[in-house]
């Protein structure tokens, strides 16, 4: 992406969802910056990256991970690390978060959900 990173501003952003979109693709809106679940643009092209990028140019954007699994006893799932890799330079975020919680059992199914972590 040709945009520089941008700072995210200290005041209120919005988690972009898809029933937004079109609202913001037609007008600015009143928002400081976005929000993104980074497993929602791992895909390569498509509409919902095509709007990101048109977005991206307006607003700084914020990427919120849920599915990388911090705490899984498999460890890291490094093909998942590439593609938010390849995501983050694409998009340049002005921020990057994730969950520590496990979301992948120990037979890779996905659960869906952020358990804690447990106390040991």
């Known amino acids: 992406m040709s945009a520089p990173t941008a700072r995210i501003p ?6 972009l969802r898809q ?3 079109a609202d913001f693709l037609a007008a600015a809106q009143p928002v400081a910056w976005l929000e993104v679940h980074s497993e ?3 895909a390569d092209g498509g509409p919902r990256n095509a709007a990101l990028a048109a977005l ?6 914020s990427c919120h991970g849920v ?5 899984s006893v498999d460890g890291l799932d490094r093909g998942h690390l590439a593609r938010l890799r390849a995501l983050y330079d694409w998009l340049e975020p002005g921020l990057v978060s994730e969950h520590i919680a496990w979301s992948v059992a ?15």
């Open 67 to 71: 599915g990388l699994s911090l705490g």
């Open 40 to 42: 929602n643009h791992l």
């Open 106 to 120: 120990e037979d890779g199914t996905y659960l869906n959900d952020l358990l804690p972590l447990p106390y040991t």
């Open 10 to 15: 200290r005041r209120a952003g919005l988690g």
């Open 56 to 61: 991206r140019r307006d607003y700084p954007v």
């Open 19 to 21: 029933p937004h979109i």
